[in-house]
């Protein structure tokens, strides 16, 4: 047998080891991901009910029968009879819709306790979650430092035989081959450590058992120093933001997986745009500023979700309040646009985008400096990915020191 056939053989073998221990860590890689999903749509979800369900419980404890507590109570308790998950979790919340069906106030502590079992049961499923996405990391991770030792000594055996056979020219085409693959299970790496990282930091469960701590210690407000009852209300807004930022994080997550696809409905365009903005109005002139609404005549109606493109125009609209100051103008406008479409556009006079920014201005957690803080900085990826759903698009032009204008198209019903 030739040294050039024993080369081919070798090389073969290299190649099917390769392909499969890629294919073992691609399927860990995958495998962590599944495992970190089920912590956000098993459980994640059930937990943030039962969080809305205590607040809506304290918040309404002293007018309980009203509509609203009673609605709001309910709406947290049908997501989370939606989302049963973990063995014993149904009796929990049946036991919860008993109780509140027949709701007093000696069932107030019954309610309590059930909703602290119901976070509790999901709390142990998404540890022991974790700690299996955690075990799944080490394992790839080490593999796949040893998938880069073994290309590198491949490399290195296979290129000192084919030089000696005088074939630099595939050697060196081997050898950048090999360089690829290393390349790519880095990136694969790089990936899956910021998964981690990011999971880490913002899926932290005890987030829940804190939110909870706090609204107990602001209900006996009257113990406080005014110093305690000031940093109790602080911890209460920013453990509010953070569970806002897990639910947009958990949204994003759905509409990029394709589990919240718009139901399309047909709807008139001042309609959407009247029930969007007008429950703004109060807060936008309590900051001393005027709201426009500029509507061209004989629009046609389009084909829109209204609960998400209400949640876009919101955020937009939101986004502009904050970005102008006091005397400033916010105009919401519509417009025929290409055939078949109908553009809509948020303006505002406040501060502009600088130039470097309006390239990344949609991606995930990107803010502009120099304007309030909001949220995480995840409402206009949000709001990009469901004009795309639509079959529109979005985009920004502004002047720094004179206002901004974000603008995005929905299609009309054909024949419109």
């Known amino acids: 047998m030739s040294l050039r056939v024993r080369l081919i053989g070798a090389f073969v073998v290299v190649l099917a080891s390769l392909a499969g221990l890629g294919a073992w860590n691609a399927w860990r890689l995958w495998e962590m991901g599944a495992v970190s999903n089920r912590i956000i749509a098993d459980n994640f979800d059930s937990v943030v009910a039962a969080q809305q369900m205590m607040e809506s419980l304290e918040r309404e404890r002293g007018a309980w029968a009203t509509p609203e507590g009673r609605a709001a109570f309910a709406a947290a308790l049908d997501r989370a009879s939606h989302n049963i998950t973990e063995s014993g979790e149904q009796d929990i919340v049946n036991a919860i819709r008993t109780d509140f069906d027949g709701f007093t106030e000696a069932r107030l502590g019954h309610l309590r306790e059930r909703l602290d079992a119901l976070v509790a049961i999901n709390q142990a499923a998404m540890r022991r979650r974790s700690a299996e996405a955690a075990t799944i990391a080490r394992t790839t991770f080490a593999s796949a430092i040893g998938l880069a ?31 690829d693959k290393v390349t790519q299970l880095h990136e694969l790496d790089r990936m899956k450590s910021a998964f981690i990282a990011n999971a880490a930091h913002e899926l932290q469960t005890p987030l829940m058992s ?26 209460r807004d920013e453990s509010t933001r953070l569970a806002r930022l897990s639910t947009d994080l958990l ?103 600088p130039a470097d920014y309006l390239g990344r201005i949609f991606e995930p957690f990107v803010q502009v400096p120099g304007v309030p803080a909001g949220a995480a900085g995840l409402g206009l990826s949000i709001a990009q990915r469901i004009i795309e759903a639509h079959g529109g698009r979005i985009s920004v032009v502004s002047t720094p020191g004179s206002g901004s204008t974000f603008a995005f198209t929905l299609p009309a019903p054909s024949g419109s």
Do not use: W, Y
Not at 159 to 178: D, P, T
């Open 149 to 179: 030792a073994l290309l590198t000594m491949a490399g290195i055996v296979l290129g000192v035989l084919l030089v000696r056979e005088s074939k630099l020219e595939e050697v060196m085409r081997a050898r950048q081959v090999l360089l």
């Open 210 to 235: 804190f939110q909870m701590g706090v609204h107990l210690l602001l209900e006996n407000a009257a113990n406080l120093s005014p110093r305690q009852l000031e940093v109790a209300t602080i911890c």
């Open 251 to 353: 949204d994003l997550s759905k509409i990029e997986s394709g589990e919240a696809p718009p139901r399309l409905t047909t709807i008139p365009v001042e309609t959407l745009i009247r029930q969007a903005v007008e429950p703004l109005r109060t807060q936008i002139e309590a900051h001393g500023l005027a709201l426009l609404v500029d509507l061209a005549p004989g629009l046609p109606a389009v084909l829109a979700d209204r609960a998400q493109i209400e949640r876009v125009l919101t955020n937009l609209v939101t986004n502009a309040v904050r970005a102008t100051k006091a005397g400033g103008r916010i105009t919401v406008s519509a417009a025929a646009a290409a055939v078949g479409h109908v553009r809509f556009a948020v303006s505002d006079t406040g501060a502009g985008i």
